[in-house]
Antibody, heavy 121, light 107 residues
Framework: QVQLQESGPGLVNPSGTLSLTCAVS?????????WSWLRQPPGKGLEWIGD???????YYNSSLGSRATISVDKSKNQFSLKLSSVTAADTAVYYC??????????????WGQGTLVTVSS | DIQMTQSPSSLSASVGDRVTITCRAS??????LAWFQQKPGKAPKSLIY???SLQSGVPSKFSASGSGTDFTLTISNLQPEDFATYYC?????????FGGGTKVEIE
């Protein structure tokens, strides 16, 4: 059973950089799956932030401009998110998730429990 | 970006009812569609992938269909644990996008 666990500061200063890590257990990050970050502002819907493959290939949501950076550390079986120049609008529960490969489909199958990040001074 | 439109945004139903939620994509996405259930304070739970395939461990009371632009999720024999918010999501094109959600409430 694959498990994902987010970690990182729960409070970030405006204009600062949000940094989160997702530790993967029960499976290898070097598998044929994509690894994703998503977020959900309080009381709102889900927003995909970006994907990374173990090779380092990435895709990002252009709505974030160039503020998001996702990286992978295969030696630690984890991947990370950095979001720069944050504002109060970036306050959200942040989730990491796996897009598992099944029959040509890469759909979200495993999720972390989520971590609330508040942007405030 | 592909817009995903869910309807209704909320519905009230009773235990034992059968409910159907619809999801429409702004352009064709073949069958690259997933459905999720989310309860308050919890992470989303994956229910369906490839428009109609159940994720492992998901009960058969959940069924889904569709292809192209129009999709449905049906929940049979509603039980108290099924009252939640349901989201559709397309993964055919980047950026991956979600519908706005359908809140299923107890009548």
């Amino acid at each position: 059973q694959v498990q994902l666990q987010e970690s990182g500061p729960g409070l970030v200063n405006p204009s600062g950089t949000l940094s989160l890590t997702c530790a993967v257990s029960g499976g290898s990050i070097a598998s044929s799956d994509w690894w994703s970050w998503l977020r959900q502002p309080p009381g709102k819907g889900l927003e995909w932030i970006g994907d990374i493959y173990h090779s380092g290939s990435t895709y990002y949501n252009s709505s974030l401009g160039s503020r998001a950076t996702i990286s992978v550390d295969k030696s630690k079986n984890q991947f990370s998110l950095k979001l720069s120049s944050v504002t109060a609008a970036d306050t959200a529960v942040y989730y990491c998730a796996r897009r598992g490969a099944v029959g040509g489909h890469h759909s979200f199958d495993y999720w972390g429990q989520g971590t609330l990040v508040t942007v405030s001074s | 970006d592909i817009q995903m439109t869910q309807s209704p945004s909320s519905l009230s139903a009773s235990v034992g009812d059968r409910v159907t939620i619809t999801c429409r994509a702004s352009q064709g996405i073949s069958n690259y569609l997933a459905w999720f259930q989310q309860k308050p304070g919890k992470a989303p739970k994956s229910l369906i992938y490839a428009a109609s395939s159940l994720q492992s461990g998901v009960p058969s009371k959940f069924s889904a269909s569709g292809s192209g632009t129009d999709f449905t999720l049906t929940i049979s024999n509603l039980q108290p644990e099924d009252f939640a918010t349901y989201y559709c999501q397309q993964y055919n094109f980047y950026p991956l996008t979600f519908g706005g959600g359908t809140k299923v409430e107890i009548e």
